[in-house]
């Protein structure tokens, strides 16, 4: 999130009213809800993840243990079964 300066970018009335309200504090401004982006939508990290457990999960029904797995994507065995039965 970045910090704007409300004399940058509003109308002088506007800050005014909102001076009204609150002086020399930080102020939240949220999303529409139709523009909200979900957890690792913008990053594109979300589907990094979803392409890793594909793997993870196509690997286990091959036959790799669920300690090897562990072990080659540096999670813990609780997490890999988290990953394999999650589906």
């Known amino acids: ?5 409300a004399n940058e970018i509003l109308p002088v009335w506007l800050v005014e009213e909102l001076q009204k309200y609150m002086q020399a504090g930080y102020l939240y401004i949220p999303a529409k ?6 957890w690792g939508e913008l990053s594109g990290y979300r589907k990094e993840l979803e392409v890793r457990n594909e793997k993870i999960i196509s690997e286990y029904k091959q036959g790799v243990s669920v300690e ?4 080659f994507n540096h999670l813990s065995v609780y997490g890999i079964r988290k990953i394999i039965y999650q589906k």
Do not use: I, P, V
Not at 1 to 5: I, L, R, V, W
Not at 33 to 38: A, F
């Open 1 to 5: 999130m970045k910090y704007m300066n």
């Open 33 to 38: 809800t139709e523009q909200h982006k979900s």
């Open 68 to 71: 090897e797995l562990a072990d």
